[in-house]
């Protein structure tokens, strides 16, 4: 008793020190995870430059169509990811050695067999997404060349994100680092090699991002097992398979799978209603969505922060470490989203000149540029306190968020897209940002107040 109210007079004392190590902390795990994010972004932005100099506009529609399919297949199992990077790190704060293991192996089962599932699917589910979201023949056409050349990697692509959370969990952001760097260098070297060499046009571009995800799981196993701890007794199949932790897996993933697909969902209707205007509306919009990724990527390195700094506070039981993770990421996520906004601003132009030399692409994207210069500071927020949610697994509270956050678009997109067509529609989406991050705002004081031994289970 007298160990625990010795600590907080000693930190009391000299105060400044608290935020300058916190801020240290912060700065030492965001920063590999913000550079190991944007090269995903800047990966796409090279599959869209490279569709974007095919000859007409509907090869980029093609890409931009795939590519939104491969948001429903793999982004909408990010839970694989996310599910995985909350739980580990509440073992890791809790110095549960036995707990990190079986985690990962749990979380790589379910991935495995989930990427199964959708290769025995395939034909169907790209029949039916891509005539769902819509498009001319030629965008529908190159966009079915695109999945079937990509989705051969699913059960690979889905292990990834298992790895990936894994390491986040942990806190070893720079093997992280080094492993989406090596995954996304192959990409690049094979778009550039299937497309100019081979002449493999679209299906190239979706072959590449398959060999890509092939050997970086190779890669990351490889580092995965190096690292693996020692002295453990053999893995029991009775504890893998025990019934309350798989309980829990499930209903983790299974939140954050609802959350994820109103999510994608939101992005989906906003292709459709973009579709409609016209071949060039949609690659404007999409080239305009790679600035959105963009900085999704870079900002989500401090919810990443968050994800494994709370979770391990909530791990160790420590409500202080709780609360100045919270509050270290978000001053670093409003700074990051000042600086996206100021690139936007000044460079946006530019990079949409270095994306396509389509003429009437670029005017229409440059039309719309204000609103991505504008996102930046609205969705910043919705981002960092999904980190702090996933990493706390109270993962009820996503799903709920983010389904009102999709009535909210729906309803905006409704009553602006029909009336002031494209930029309309761009204004339902930042609704639905400002919209994520208020209603887990709204939640944030009663997580913080739940910090203590029923973290882990009370998922109000």
């Not at 699917?121 to 190159?142: E, T, Y």
């Not at 100021?342 to 994207?365: F, K, N, P, S």
């Not at 500071?377 to 509270?397: K, N, P, Q, Y």
Request: glycine fraction near 10%; include cysteine; charged fraction near 10%.
């Amino acid at each position: 008793m007298s160990g625990s109210a010795a600590a907080p007079a000693s930190d009391a004392a000299p105060t400044p020190a608290v935020p300058a190590r916190w801020h240290r902390r912060v700065l030492t795990l965001a920063f590999p995870i913000v550079l190991a994010n944007l090269t995903q972004p800047i990966l796409g932005a090279v599959d869209t430059a490279v569709a974007g100099h095919l000859d007409g506009a509907s090869y980029l529609g093609g890409v931009a169509l795939g590519g939104l399919f491969f948001n429903f297949v793999f982004w909408g199992f990010g839970f694989l990811r996310m599910g995985t990077t909350g739980l580990v790190a509440q073992s890791f704060g809790a110095n549960d050695q036995a707990g990190l293991r079986m985690n990962i192996v749990r979380a790589l089962l379910l991935a495995f067999a989930i990427g199964a599932i959708v290769l025995a699917l395939q034909a169907p589910l790209i029949d039916f997404a891509v005539r769902a979201i819509g498009g001319s023949g030629d965008v529908q056409r190159h966009a079915r060349a695109y999945c079937h050349a990509r989705i051969w990697a699913a059960p690979l692509a889905l292990a990834n994100y298992v790895v990936l959370g894994w390491l986040l969990g942990t806190q070893r952001v720079r093997v992280a680092l080094a492993t989406q760097v090596f995954i996304n260098t192959v990409n690049i070297v094979a778009v550039l090699l299937y497309v100019y060499a081979f002449d493999w046009g679209v299906a190239g571009i979706g072959a590449a991002t398959a060999t890509a995800d092939a050997l970086g799981f190779l890669f990351g196993t490889a580092l995965l097992w190096q690292m693996r701890p020692r002295g453990l007794p053999a893995l029991d199949r009775s504890a893998l398979f025990e019934r309350a932790a798989l309980r829990r897996m499930v209903t983790i993933n299974r939140d954050i799978f609802v959350r994820t697909m109103c999510l994608l969902g939101t992005f989906a209707w906003f292709a459709h209603l973009g579709a409609k205007q016209g071949d060039a509306t949609l690659a404007a919009n999409a080239l305009l969505l790679n600035f959105q990724t963009f900085m999704a990527y870079g900002l989500d390195g401090f919810a990443h922060a968050a994800e494994a700094l709370v979770g391990a506070a909530i791990g160790a039981r420590n409500r202080d470490a709780f609360t100045q993770a919270v509050k270290v990421t978000m001053f670093w996520s409003a700074l990051g989203a000042l600086a996206f906004t100021l690139v936007y601003w000044v460079a946006g132009a530019w990079i949409i000149e270095r994306l396509t030399d389509q003429q009437a692409v670029r005017a229409t994207a440059e039309a719309f540029l204000p609103w991505t210069v504008l996102s930046p500071v609205i969705s910043v927020w919705g981002f960092l306190l999904d980190g702090v949610f996933i990493g706390a697994t109270r993962t009820r509270d996503l799903m709920t968020s983010m389904a009102v956050s999709l009535g909210v678009f729906l309803a905006a997109s409704w009553a602006l897209a029909g009336t002031h067509g494209n930029h309309g529609l761009w204004a339902a989406l930042m609704i639905f940002m400002a919209a994520r991050g208020l209603t887990l705002a709204r939640r944030l004081p009663r997580l913080a107040r739940d910090v203590g031994p029923e973290i882990g289970t009370r998922r109000g």
